[in-house]
T-cell receptor, first 113, second 115 residues
């Protein structure tokens, strides 16, 4: 079945270092969304990418959607302790409503001050 | 506060029992989604309702059912509970049927522990 895979599963960085998480889908996606879940919290929507090759920035966060629309990445420049959490990518379930998302298992980021 | 309200926050119950989780979507949102989050399976889509009607089903067990009421709040019913049903259950809402550029708004979840 359809899969959305994320690597790495865990990432430990020193504050100030950069961080990147990668998302790969087994199927072409019409769009991809990214969410952040703080420890003990709930997922919070960050962004949606729609176009092939699209790049969007939110302050220190850079999101990319691959040319084939099967992969995506999230890059954080100069991490801060407030970046701690699990980052999920999600795409529409193949053959289902565009609103139903399949989530990757996430990349858990820890930042050492 | 995300605007999506889930109750209760915590629930501890015994195997074989039945529980009901409740969700009130963000004001104006017509779509409600239920997800199960466990450590090994991540976020698993269970079911979606839009304006009172079931729109899609995911990996929802036959022991589980849900509905959305005219006031748009939704309930997820879990019956004949097993130890493996212990998880965090999230409700999310969105404005339209298709999620859209605003994404989902998640509630704070209900942590279910089956003992």
């Amino acid at each position: 079945g359809q899969q959305v895979m994320q690597i790495p599963q865990y990432q430990h960085v020193q504050e100030g270092e950069d961080f990147t998480t990668y998302c790969n889908s087994s199927t072409t996606l019409s769009n991809i969304q990214w969410y952040k879940q703080r420890p003990g919290g709930h997922p919070v929507f960050l962004i949606q990418l729609v176009k092939s090759g699209e790049v969007k920035k939110q302050k220190r966060l850079t999101f990319q959607f691959g040319e084939a629309k099967k992969n995506s990445s999230l890059h954080i420049t100069a991490t801060q302790t407030t970046d701690v959490g699990t980052y999920f990518c999600a795409g529409p379930i193949h053959g289902g409503s565009q609103g139903n998302l399949i989530f990757g298992k996430g990349t858990k980021l820890s930042v050492k001050p | 506060d995300s605007g999506v309200t889930q109750t209760p926050k915590h629930l501890i119950t015994a195997t074989g029992q039945r529980v009901t989780l409740r969700c009130s979507p963000r004001s104006g949102d017509l779509s409600v989604y239920w997800y199960q989050q466990s450590l090994d399976q991540g976020l698993q889509f269970l079911i979606q309702y839009y304006n009172g009607e079931e729109r899609a089903k995911g990996n929802i067990l036959e022991r589980f059912s849900a509905q959305q009421f005219p006031d748009l709040h939704s309930e997820l019913n879990l019956s004949s509970l097993e130890l493996g049903d212990s998880a965090l259950y999230f409700c999310a809402s969105s404005t339209g049927e298709l999620g859209g550029a605003e994404g989902y708004t998640f509630g704070s979840g209900t942590r279910l522990t089956v003992v």
